[in-house]
C-alpha cells in the first residue's frame, strides 16, 4: 500500500514512530491549540487531536485537526461514535479528509454521564468497530455505506485503541483481531505501567500474528505525583497502576514526584525499544506539552 501520511511512511519503513496528543480548548480559542503545537512540533510524527474526551464539550477534532494541518504537524483526528449517527461519521470523515487530514483514530467515547453534561442523549449507532470498517470501506472501495459512489474517496490511514489492561484479559487478543480484521493498520494502546502485564499481551499478540498485520504503538503517559497515581489506578477505567509504581511516587520528596515520574516513563520507553512487535510509542502528557521534549529527546528517540 502507498504511504497514506507521513505517520504511516514512517512506520511502513521499519521506523520507531512517536505520536503525541493534543487536546482541544474548552472554547473557541485557536491559541491554546497553537501553543500546543509549539511545543510538540519536532518531537513527534503525529498529534493526537481529541474528540471532545471524558465527554467535556470541547472545540471539535475537525476544527482542531484543521489548524494542526495548517500549523504544519500532521494530525492523527480522534473520531467517537457516541455523538453522530452514520450519516454524520460519514460526512465528517469525508468533510475531515477535504481538510487535509489523513490519520484517524476511531473510538467509541467515554460516556456522557462522566462529562459536563450528563444529560445528553447518546447516540452510539455503530459501534468503534464498525467505525474502523466504515472508514475502511470508503476507502478501498470509493462509496459510502449506502452503495453510493464517491467522487474522492478520503485515503486515510485507519487507527484503533487497545486496553491490555481491561478485564476479562484474555480476550484483549481477541479484540485486537476484531479490530484488525475490521480494517485498523495502527493501535495506540492505553498508559502502560503494569509492564508484565503489556508483555503478556503482546506475546500472545505476536504469538497470533498480529504485530505483522498491524502497527503498534505503546501509550505511555508521565506521572507528575503520587496522587496523580492514585486516582489512575482508582478512578480511570482500564487503568492499571501497580503498588510498586505508585509506593515508589511516594517514596520520593513531593517536589521531585515530577522527575521521578518522568523517569518511569522514560524506563517504560526503553522497555518499549526492545519489545518485538511494539513499533512506536504514543505520549498522552496530558496538559504537560512542554515535558515531550525532554521525553522525546533523553530516550534517542529523535
Known amino acids: 500500500m502507498k504511504p497514506l501520511s507521513r505517520l504511516h511512511e514512517k512506520l511502513s519503513q521499519g521506523k520507531f514512530a512517536i505520536t503525541g496528543e493534543c487536546g482541544p480548548p474548552r472554547g473557541s480559542n485557536k491559541d491554546v491549540i497553537d501553543n500546543k503545537i509549539t511545543l510538540?512540533?519536532?518531537f513527534v510524527d503525529a498529534v493526537n487531536v481529541t474528540d471532545n474526551q471524558t465527554a467535556i464539550v470541547r472545540m471539535?477534532?475537525?476544527?482542531?485537526?484543521?489548524?494542526?494541518?495548517?500549523?504544519?504537524?500532521?494530525?492523527?483526528?480522534?473520531?467517537?461514535?457516541?455523538?453522530?449517527n452514520r450519516i454524520a461519521i460519514q460526512s465528517d470523515i469525508m468533510g475531515a479528509y477535504s481538510l487535509g487530514i489523513k490519520n484517524i483514530l476511531c473510538l467509541s467515547g467515554d460516556h456522557q454521564k462522566f462529562g459536563s453534561q450528563p444529560d445528553a442523549m447518546n447516540v452510539f449507532?455503530?459501534?468503534s468497530v464498525n467505525l474502523i470498517r466504515t472508514v475502511r470501506d470508503m476507502r478501498n472501495t470509493g462509496k459510502d455505506m449506502s452503495g453510493f459512489d464517491l467522487d474522492v474517496a478520503p485515503q486515510m490511514f485507519i487507527g484503533a485503541a487497545a486496553n491490555p489492561f481491561a478485564d476479562p484479559f484474555d480476550y484483549r487478543v481477541i479484540r485486537l483481531a476484531k479490530k484488525i480484521d475490521a480494517?485498523?493498520?495502527?493501535?495506540?494502546?492505553?498508559c502502560i505501567y503494569n509492564m508484565d502485564r503489556f508483555k503478556e499481551w503482546i506475546r500472545r499478540a505476536n504469538d497470533e500474528g498480529l504485530t505483522e498485520k498491524v502497527y503498534i504503538l505503546g501509550g505511555?503517559?508521565?506521572?507528575?505525583?503520587?496522587g496523580m497515581a492514585r486516582y489512575m489506578n482508582k478512578k480511570v477505567a482500564g487503568m492499571?497502576?501497580?503498588?510498586?509504581?505508585?509506593?515508589?511516587?511516594?517514596?520520593?520528596?513531593?517536589?521531585?514526584?515530577?522527575?521521578?515520574?518522568?523517569?518511569?516513563?522514560?524506563?517504560?520507553?526503553?522497555?518499549?525499544?526492545?519489545?518485538?512487535?511494539?513499533?512506536?510509542?504514543?505520549?498522552?502528557?496530558?496538559?504537560?506539552?512542554?515535558?515531550?521534549?525532554?521525553?522525546?529527546?533523553?530516550?534517542?528517540l529523535k
Open 240 to 300: 492499571d497502576v501497580p503498588d510498586e509504581i505508585i509506593k515508589r511516587m511516594d517514596g520520593v520528596d513531593k517536589q521531585y514526584q515530577a522527575d521521578e515520574g518522568i523517569k518511569i516513563c522514560l524506563e517504560t520507553i526503553e522497555t518499549l525499544k526492545e519489545l518485538t512487535g511494539v513499533h512506536g510509542v504514543h505520549i498522552m502528557a496530558i496538559e504537560w506539552e512542554a515535558v515531550v521534549e525532554q521525553l522525546v529527546t533523553q530516550a534517542g
Open 40 to 42: 510538540l512540533n519536532g
Open 183 to 190: 480494517g485498523a493498520d495502527f493501535i495506540q494502546t492505553q
Open 220 to 226: 505511555v503517559t508521565p506521572l507528575r505525583s503520587a
Open 125 to 127: 449507532d455503530i459501534d
Open 60 to 84: 471539535s477534532s475537525i476544527a482542531a485537526a484543521a489548524h494542526v494541518v495548517a500549523a504544519g504537524l500532521e494530525p492523527v483526528m480522534q473520531m467517537v461514535v457516541r455523538d453522530r
